[in-house]
């Protein structure tokens, strides 16, 4: 795709100056709330459409709605960060004034590397189309583990980034305000918040063995996957806080997610055997994978909000009565 250098510079500018403008919005540290994150997400989402806009008008209607798909689909994928980051949160004790600088420094050091992994991907996929086959196994594989539960096994203390931190220079137990690193005695001490930091880094990196193949089964153009997945990921902080305490409430989405994995994978097959095998055999058109990909994410919302998950204290509660009953039901007095 013949993409104008105007255009990554207008891209390029556009991410400096959101995320410089974000930086001075939140100098000072504060707990994000409903209201401010709801703001901002409406913010960052006007700004990926607006974008998605100009990629039409410049680009073409096959490029404008690659990117829009791409761009769902990386925003529907990283639901699971959300999980995660939470998970970390909680096992590091961070402050709520704290979170959202940690995960500011995430977003930066996740765009790095996902320019990373996507050119390495663009140019793999245009020159090896086998390798196809291989993202679609990748794909149907995490599908396979969302389904069965086995997606939420990330350990923060054990994550390769955080044990490599730790042999460079010692941790110390307490924070130190948003300070990453401090001297104590003349010696540099990184504070558990760069721990996070770490922590959160290596969690994308995890992440990205799922993202990366998806994204490339909307485009192989490297202007269309980036830009995708940079604006979906800029948004990630703003979602995070307006979902904070919510993200149990959604459990259906899990289910959603894995069906859009194996039905990208699905794609990526289709794609591979179309253009290896024959020609005979039909690719799955961008429009027809933005409508399923809203479809399914739409029916998972709408089925978690229909159906919500009982709540934990009622279960106890009900396995409690049960458990009772069962007892006067043996001997005809209450269970010990």
Known sequence: ??????????????????????????????????????????????????????????????????????????????????????????????????????????????????????TAGVAVVNRFTFVLFLFAAILFYSAYKIIKGEDDSFDPSKSFAVRMLRKIMPVRDEYAGTHFVIKEEGKRVATPLLAVVAAIEAADLLFAVDSVPAVLAV????????????????????????????????HYLSNGLAIILAFIAVKLMLQASHKMISTSIPEIPSPVSLAVIVVILTVSIVLSIRRPPPEKGAEETGQSDAGESAGKASDGKPAE
């Open 1 to 118: 795709m013949d993409v104008p250098v105007w255009l990554w510079v207008a891209f390029a500018v556009t991410v400096v100056v959101s995320l410089t403008v974000d930086l001075l919005a939140h100098r000072k540290a504060h707990v994000i709330g409903f209201k401010e994150a709801a703001w901002w997400s409406v913010l960052w989402v006007t700004l990926a459409l607006i974008f998605g806009g100009v990629v039409f008008y410049v680009l073409g209607v096959n490029a404008g709605t690659e990117y829009t798909t791409a761009w769902l689909l990386e925003k529907s994928l990283s639901v699971d960060n959300l999980f995660v980051f939470a998970l970390i949160f909680a096992y590091f004790k961070v402050p709520r004034e704290y979170q959202h600088r940690v995960l500011f420094f995430g977003v930066i050091g996740a765009l790095v590397f996902r320019a990373i992994f996507l």
């Open 219 to 250: 485009s192989d153009d490297a202007f269309i996957v980036y830009t995708s997945n940079a604006f979906a990921i800029l948004g990630l902080r703003a979602l995070y806080f307006l979902l904070a305490g919510l993200l149990d409430r959604f």
